[in-house]
């Protein structure tokens, strides 16, 4: 069997990102896989701009971006399996993949970085009643249709959903010539974020309607129309307010899904709130030596904090493979349901510490604090959060080596 120190599976920005890290602390054992026919992952299909602010200060496209990480992995003459997908992965690092050169064939490594990004949630998964006609599909598709292969899904359009993907498809249809009816969102606040909302929708006049969702579809072969309706506080279909709406084109934007089939395998449990598995602040998992970063770890809106969490990766997993790696004791990180989750969602080195985390809805006036046991250790104030705009908060050094070793909580009161 081939061995290896370090594999890493998927090629977005997460994977190639680890890669770079790991290189730069040592490793030269190492192999990307991804299944694709090119490096870049999602961003390879994401051709407006806005990438890259935080990361490098210039306004890039998706490929741009892509590349500018693509180029670090060359100039690095870091070893690449493309068109190869990893089937399987053990507890015990060995990882089966295959393609159509190699066939069938096996690496047991050292460590492992996960890196395989998420996918869209189908039609399937919404139980919306009606046909099954073509011109049903998700956002991401239409938009590698529009982008990569230079072909329009349709020229009459319903968006079900407003996560970025859907009002970032929503302005991409109507630039390409096709007459956007409506954007329709299930809960009362839009799943995207607020700049995206304003340049995607309201610069292009494309109404925006809230607790509302399609109920019916109507097409033999190809879709003809669907019937949207306003919904109660528990999300049912208000009688009164459906409304038919012609259309040939229904692109679902209703939320991402982790790829952690390859994380069940290994025998890792997800945590049920991000569909990632658990890490601590290397981004180890429960399995010594198995890494998780970027979408597969949690869905990031923004590109930029892919690079830097899956960076820490692949410096950590260079450490374990040098041997240099002692973890304290646990600390859990919980939360209280209105922050629904942080990532990490443990603690085990006393370094500085950045928690990602999300809420659970639109809250105004916010204090966002951190107990350890009941004394309060950090607090932040914020006039708005919003379930669309990931948030993190640091606790520095200093505080971190006070910690008594109890669970850490983290909470928000919610002002007037
Ligand atoms: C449709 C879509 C549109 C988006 N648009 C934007 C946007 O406009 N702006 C923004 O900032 N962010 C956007 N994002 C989010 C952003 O692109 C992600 O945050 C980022 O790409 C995540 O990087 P990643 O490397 O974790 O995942 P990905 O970019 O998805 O890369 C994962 C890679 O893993 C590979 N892979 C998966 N499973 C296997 C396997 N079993 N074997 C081998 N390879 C495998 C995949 O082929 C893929 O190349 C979008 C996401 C999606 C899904």
Same mark, same amino acid.
């Given at each position: 069997? +081939?061995?290896?120190?370090?594999?890493?599976?998927?090629?977005?920005?997460?994977?190639?990102?680890?890669? =770079?890290?790991?290189?730069?602390?040592?490793?030269?054992?190492?192999?990307?896989?991804?299944?694709?026919?090119?490096?870049?992952?999602?961003?390879?299909?994401?051709?407006?701009?806005?990438?890259?602010?935080?990361?490098?200060?210039?306004?890039?496209?998706?490929?741009?971006?892509?590349?500018?990480?693509?180029?670090?992995?060359?100039?690095?003459?870091?070893?690449?399996?493309?068109?190869?997908?990893?089937?399987?992965?053990?507890?015990?690092?060995?990882?089966?993949?295959?393609?159509?050169?190699?066939?069938?064939?096996?690496?047991?490594? #050292?460590?492992?970085?996960?890196?395989?990004?998420?996918?869209?949630?189908?039609?399937?998964?919404?139980?919306?009643?009606?046909?099954?006609? %073509?011109?049903?599909?998700?956002?991401?598709?239409?938009?590698?249709?529009?982008?990569?292969?230079?072909?329009?899904?349709?020229?009459?359009? =319903?968006?079900?959903?407003?996560?970025?993907?859907?009002?970032?498809?929503?302005?991409?249809?109507?630039?390409?010539?096709?007459?956007?009816?409506?954007?329709?969102?299930?809960?009362?606040?839009?799943?995207?974020?607020?700049?995206?909302?304003?340049?995607?929708?309201?610069?292009?006049?494309?109404?925006?309607?809230?607790?509302?969702?399609?109920?019916?579809?109507?097409?033999?072969?190809?879709?003809?129309?669907?019937?949207?309706?306003?919904?109660?506080?528990?999300?049912?279909?208000?009688?009164?307010?459906?409304?038919?709406?012609?259309?040939?084109?229904?692109?679902?934007?209703?939320?991402? +899904?982790?790829?952690?089939?390859?994380? #069940?395998?290994?025998?890792?449990?997800?945590?049920?709130?991000?569909?990632?598995?658990?890490?601590?602040?290397?981004?180890?998992?429960?399995?010594?030596?198995?890494?998780?970063?970027?979408?597969?770890?949690?869905?990031?809106?923004?590109?930029?904090?892919?690079?830097?969490?899956?960076?820490? %990766?692949?410096?950590?997993?260079?450490?374990?493979?040098?041997?240099?790696?002692?973890?304290?004791?646990?600390?859990?990180?919980?939360?209280?349901?209105?922050?629904?989750?942080?990532?990490?969602?443990?603690?085990?080195?006393?370094?500085?510490?950045?928690?990602?985390?999300?809420?659970?809805?639109?809250?105004?006036?916010?204090?966002?604090? =951190? #107990?350890?046991?009941?004394?309060?250790?950090?607090?932040?104030?914020?006039?708005?959060?919003?379930?669309?705009?990931?948030?993190?908060?640091?606790?520095?050094?200093?505080?971190?080596?006070?910690?008594?070793?109890?669970?850490?909580?983290?909470?928000?009161?919610?002002?007037?």
């Amino acid at each position: 069997m +081939i061995t290896k120190e370090l594999v890493i599976i998927g090629g977005g920005p997460a994977g190639m990102s680890a890669a =770079v890290a790991a290189f730069d602390a040592g490793v030269r054992d190492l192999l990307i896989i991804e299944r694709d026919v090119k490096l870049g992952g999602i961003l390879r299909q994401c051709i407006h701009n806005g990438f890259g602010l935080h990361r490098f200060g210039e306004e890039l496209s998706g490929p741009e971006y892509a590349y500018r990480y693509e180029k670090m992995v060359a100039e690095r003459e870091i070893p690449v399996k493309l068109n190869t997908m990893v089937l399987d992965i053990t507890s015990d690092k060995v990882i089966t993949a295959t393609n159509s050169t190699d066939g069938v064939f096996q690496i047991k490594a #050292k460590a492992v970085i996960l890196a395989m990004g998420c996918r869209e949630r189908p039609r399937g998964a919404l139980a919306i009643s009606g046909t099954r006609p %073509a011109g049903i599909l998700t956002a991401g598709t239409a938009q590698k249709l529009v982008n990569m292969k230079g072909c329009m899904p349709g020229k009459n359009v =319903v968006i079900l959903g407003s996560g970025d993907i859907g009002l970032i498809m929503a302005r991409r249809m109507t630039l390409e010539g096709a007459k956007v009816h409506a954007v329709c969102e299930l809960m009362p606040y839009s799943g995207g974020l607020a700049r995206n909302i304003e340049q995607c929708l309201h610069d292009f006049d494309i109404p925006l309607y809230l607790s509302t969702t399609v109920v019916g579809i109507e097409g033999k072969e190809h879709l003809e129309a669907v019937t949207v309706a306003q919904v109660d506080d528990k999300r049912r279909p208000i009688p009164g307010t459906f409304r038919r709406i012609e259309c040939d084109t229904l692109l679902l934007s209703v939320g991402l +899904i982790p790829e952690n089939e390859l994380t #069940k395998q290994a025998g890792l449990t997800l945590s049920p709130v991000t569909n990632g598995a658990p890490v601590d602040q290397d981004r180890m998992t429960d399995i010594e030596g198995i890494y998780s970063c970027g979408n597969v770890l949690h869905v990031h809106d923004l590109v930029d904090y892919v690079p830097e969490e899956a960076a820490i %990766a692949g410096k950590s997993a260079a450490a374990y493979i040098k041997g240099d790696y002692s973890p304290a004791e646990a600390i859990p990180v919980k939360t209280d349901g209105k922050v629904r989750y942080t990532v990490p969602q443990k603690l085990t080195t006393r370094d500085e510490a950045r928690l990602f985390f999300r809420v659970a809805n639109i809250f105004r006036n916010v204090r966002i604090f =951190v #107990k350890d046991g009941e004394n309060e250790i950090f607090s932040l104030k914020k006039i708005k959060v919003a379930p669309g705009e990931m948030e993190s908060i640091t606790l520095k050094k200093e505080v971190m080596e006070k910690l008594s070793g109890g669970e850490l909580y983290i909470g928000m009161e919610v002002g007037e």
